[in-house]
Protein backbone atom coordinates (compact mmCIF):
# COMPACT_ATOMS: atom_id res chain seq x y z
CA UNK A 1 0.00 0.00 0.00
CA UNK A 2 1.22 3.36 -0.25
CA UNK A 3 3.33 5.01 2.17
CA UNK A 4 4.48 8.65 2.65
CA UNK A 5 8.70 9.22 4.39
CA UNK A 6 9.02 12.20 5.95
CA UNK A 7 12.81 13.77 6.97
CA UNK A 8 14.34 14.49 9.29
CA UNK A 9 12.56 13.50 11.95
CA UNK A 10 13.70 16.19 14.15
CA UNK A 11 15.30 19.69 13.53
CA UNK A 12 17.25 22.32 15.99
CA UNK A 13 17.80 25.49 14.43
CA UNK A 14 19.36 28.28 15.85
CA UNK A 15 16.61 31.72 14.71
CA UNK A 16 17.65 32.91 11.06
CA UNK A 17 19.13 29.88 10.14
CA UNK A 18 16.98 27.84 6.96
CA UNK A 19 14.67 24.93 7.67
CA UNK A 20 14.00 22.06 4.93
CA UNK A 21 11.78 18.84 5.25
CA UNK A 22 10.90 16.32 3.17
CA UNK A 23 8.50 13.45 2.07
CA UNK A 24 8.66 10.97 -0.25
CA UNK A 25 5.69 8.80 -1.39
CA UNK A 26 5.86 4.82 -2.32
CA UNK A 27 3.55 6.12 -5.31
CA UNK A 28 2.41 8.70 -7.66
CA UNK A 29 0.30 11.59 -5.74
CA UNK A 30 -2.69 13.01 -6.84
CA UNK A 31 -1.85 15.64 -4.40
CA UNK A 32 0.11 16.71 -1.23
CA UNK A 33 -0.95 18.49 1.71
CA UNK A 34 1.28 20.52 4.21
CA UNK A 35 -0.48 20.61 7.64
CA UNK A 36 1.75 22.82 10.70
CA UNK A 37 1.32 21.11 14.03
CA UNK A 38 1.85 23.93 17.35
CA UNK A 39 3.17 21.89 20.52
CA UNK A 40 0.21 21.06 22.16
CA UNK A 41 -2.11 21.94 19.27
CA UNK A 42 -4.14 20.42 16.35
CA UNK A 43 -2.82 19.92 13.26
CA UNK A 44 -3.45 23.29 10.87
CA UNK A 45 -3.71 23.12 7.22
CA UNK A 46 -0.97 25.17 5.45
CA UNK A 47 -1.04 24.54 1.52
CA UNK A 48 -2.08 22.01 -1.31
CA UNK A 49 0.17 20.99 -4.20
CA UNK A 50 -1.62 19.39 -7.37
CA UNK A 51 0.57 19.90 -10.51
CA UNK A 52 4.13 18.26 -11.40
CA UNK A 53 6.70 20.72 -10.42
CA UNK A 54 4.61 23.04 -8.54
CA UNK A 55 6.28 26.04 -6.56
CA UNK A 56 4.49 27.62 -3.64
CA UNK A 57 4.55 30.63 -1.57
CA UNK A 58 3.70 31.94 1.85
CA UNK A 59 5.88 34.22 3.07
CA UNK A 60 8.92 32.80 4.23
CA UNK A 61 7.56 28.85 3.49
CA UNK A 62 8.67 27.54 -0.04
CA UNK A 63 6.41 24.39 -1.23
CA UNK A 64 7.35 22.24 -4.21
CA UNK A 65 6.38 19.22 -5.81
CA UNK A 66 8.14 16.96 -7.76
CA UNK A 67 8.23 16.62 -11.55
CA UNK A 68 7.04 12.74 -11.16
CA UNK A 69 4.67 13.58 -8.23
CA UNK A 70 6.34 10.96 -5.72
CA UNK A 71 8.31 13.60 -3.85
CA UNK A 72 7.26 17.40 -1.87
CA UNK A 73 9.57 19.70 0.01
CA UNK A 74 8.72 22.24 2.51
CA UNK A 75 11.48 25.12 2.99
CA UNK A 76 11.62 27.64 5.29
CA UNK A 77 14.17 30.80 5.23
CA UNK A 78 15.33 33.10 7.99
CA UNK A 79 13.53 30.76 10.62
CA UNK A 80 11.87 32.45 13.89
CA UNK A 81 10.84 30.97 16.92
CA UNK A 82 7.05 30.98 15.41
CA UNK A 83 7.69 28.81 12.99
CA UNK A 84 8.09 25.66 16.21
CA UNK A 85 5.77 22.70 15.55
CA UNK A 86 6.04 20.20 13.82
CA UNK A 87 5.39 20.06 10.44
CA UNK A 88 3.72 16.99 8.43
CA UNK A 89 3.07 15.87 4.65
CA UNK A 90 -0.03 14.10 3.91
CA UNK A 91 -0.32 12.40 0.67
CA UNK A 92 -3.21 11.34 -1.41
CA UNK A 93 -3.57 8.46 -4.00
CA UNK A 94 -7.35 7.55 -3.62
CA UNK A 95 -6.09 7.11 0.12
CA UNK A 96 -4.41 9.79 2.24
CA UNK A 97 -1.41 8.84 4.07
CA UNK A 98 0.38 11.62 6.55
CA UNK A 99 4.57 11.38 7.13
CA UNK A 100 5.38 11.06 10.76
CA UNK A 101 6.39 14.89 10.56
CA UNK A 102 9.19 16.62 11.78
CA UNK A 103 9.66 18.34 14.70
CA UNK A 104 11.10 22.03 14.32
CA UNK A 105 12.36 23.73 17.39
CA UNK A 106 14.27 26.89 17.35
CA UNK A 107 16.68 28.62 19.42
CA UNK A 108 16.54 32.35 19.91
CA UNK B 1 -18.28 29.19 13.74
CA UNK B 2 -16.40 26.84 16.45
CA UNK B 3 -15.40 24.51 13.46
CA UNK B 4 -14.26 21.18 14.43
CA UNK B 5 -14.98 20.70 18.41
CA UNK B 6 -14.27 17.58 19.95
CA UNK B 7 -15.29 16.41 23.83
CA UNK B 8 -13.72 15.70 25.98
CA UNK B 9 -10.53 17.09 25.83
CA UNK B 10 -8.69 14.83 28.28
CA UNK B 11 -9.83 10.95 29.46
CA UNK B 12 -8.19 8.95 31.99
CA UNK B 13 -9.95 5.06 31.16
CA UNK B 14 -8.99 1.81 33.38
CA UNK B 15 -8.86 -1.47 30.97
CA UNK B 16 -12.15 -2.86 29.79
CA UNK B 17 -13.61 0.71 30.22
CA UNK B 18 -15.74 1.54 27.73
CA UNK B 19 -16.35 5.25 26.18
CA UNK B 20 -17.03 7.83 23.20
CA UNK B 21 -15.58 10.65 21.90
CA UNK B 22 -17.48 13.17 20.36
CA UNK B 23 -17.32 15.17 17.49
CA UNK B 24 -18.87 18.07 15.21
CA UNK B 25 -18.55 20.34 12.88
CA UNK B 26 -20.64 23.61 11.79
CA UNK B 27 -18.91 24.10 8.45
CA UNK B 28 -21.71 21.79 6.23
CA UNK B 29 -18.99 19.82 5.71
CA UNK B 30 -19.89 16.12 3.75
CA UNK B 31 -17.40 13.84 5.41
CA UNK B 32 -15.66 13.26 8.82
CA UNK B 33 -12.52 11.48 9.95
CA UNK B 34 -11.12 9.99 13.14
CA UNK B 35 -7.67 9.57 13.43
CA UNK B 36 -5.26 8.57 15.83
CA UNK B 37 -1.42 10.31 16.89
CA UNK B 38 0.96 8.15 18.63
CA UNK B 39 4.85 9.99 18.83
CA UNK B 40 6.71 9.07 16.07
CA UNK B 41 4.02 7.73 13.81
CA UNK B 42 2.25 10.82 12.11
CA UNK B 43 -1.67 10.84 12.46
CA UNK B 44 -3.34 7.29 11.16
CA UNK B 45 -6.59 7.06 10.04
CA UNK B 46 -9.34 4.71 12.31
CA UNK B 47 -12.42 5.41 10.35
CA UNK B 48 -14.32 7.62 7.96
CA UNK B 49 -17.34 9.08 6.71
CA UNK B 50 -17.65 10.34 3.21
CA UNK B 51 -21.31 11.33 3.87
CA UNK B 52 -23.96 11.21 5.64
CA UNK B 53 -25.32 7.75 6.83
CA UNK B 54 -21.70 5.76 5.64
CA UNK B 55 -19.13 4.69 7.35
CA UNK B 56 -15.60 2.87 6.47
CA UNK B 57 -12.58 1.54 7.99
CA UNK B 58 -9.45 3.16 7.60
CA UNK B 59 -5.68 1.88 8.36
CA UNK B 60 -6.20 0.91 12.34
CA UNK B 61 -10.09 0.31 12.62
CA UNK B 62 -9.34 -2.27 15.19
CA UNK B 63 -11.41 -1.64 18.77
CA UNK B 64 -13.05 1.12 17.72
CA UNK B 65 -16.67 1.56 16.16
CA UNK B 66 -17.67 4.59 14.78
CA UNK B 67 -21.55 6.31 14.38
CA UNK B 68 -22.25 9.23 11.72
CA UNK B 69 -24.98 10.56 13.50
CA UNK B 70 -26.42 13.13 11.23
CA UNK B 71 -24.06 15.95 9.08
CA UNK B 72 -22.49 17.19 12.03
CA UNK B 73 -21.58 14.15 14.04
CA UNK B 74 -19.08 11.65 14.30
CA UNK B 75 -18.99 9.77 17.29
CA UNK B 76 -16.12 7.31 17.95
CA UNK B 77 -16.32 4.35 20.65
CA UNK B 78 -13.88 2.03 22.61
CA UNK B 79 -15.98 -0.58 23.88
CA UNK B 80 -13.41 -1.97 25.96
CA UNK B 81 -10.09 0.13 26.31
CA UNK B 82 -6.58 -1.14 26.00
CA UNK B 83 -3.27 0.75 26.86
CA UNK B 84 -2.40 0.71 23.38
CA UNK B 85 -5.37 2.70 22.51
CA UNK B 86 -3.69 5.80 24.70
CA UNK B 87 -3.11 8.34 22.12
CA UNK B 88 -4.45 11.98 21.04
CA UNK B 89 -7.51 11.10 19.44
CA UNK B 90 -8.13 14.02 16.28
CA UNK B 91 -11.59 14.65 14.19
CA UNK B 92 -11.33 16.36 10.92
CA UNK B 93 -13.87 17.24 8.41
CA UNK B 94 -13.59 17.42 4.64
CA UNK B 95 -15.86 19.68 2.37
CA UNK B 96 -15.55 16.90 -0.16
CA UNK B 97 -16.40 13.21 -0.20
CA UNK B 98 -12.54 12.41 -0.96
CA UNK B 99 -9.91 12.67 1.12
CA UNK B 100 -7.84 14.11 -0.81
CA UNK B 101 -9.37 17.80 0.44
CA UNK B 102 -7.85 20.13 3.00
CA UNK B 103 -8.94 18.83 6.28
CA UNK B 104 -10.10 20.78 9.12
CA UNK B 105 -9.02 19.01 12.43
CA UNK B 106 -10.87 19.59 16.15
CA UNK B 107 -8.40 20.46 19.15
CA UNK B 108 -8.23 16.77 20.05
CA UNK B 109 -8.76 13.88 22.66
CA UNK B 110 -5.73 13.22 24.91
CA UNK B 111 -6.96 9.90 26.10
CA UNK B 112 -5.29 7.52 28.40
CA UNK B 113 -5.74 4.28 29.42
CA UNK B 114 -4.17 2.26 32.87
Known sequence: ?108 | NAGVTQTPKFQVLKTGQSMTLQCAQDMNHNSMYWYRQDPGMGLRLIYYSASEGTTDKGEVPNGYNVSRLNKREFSLRLESAAPSQTSVYFCASTRGPSKGYEQYFGPGTRLTVT
Open chain 1, 1 to 108: GQQVMQIPQYQHVQEGEDFTTYCNSSTTLSNIQWYKQRPGGHPVFLIQLVKSGEVKKQKRLTFQFGEAKKNSSLHITATQTTDVGTYFCAGYDNDMRFGAGTRLTVKP
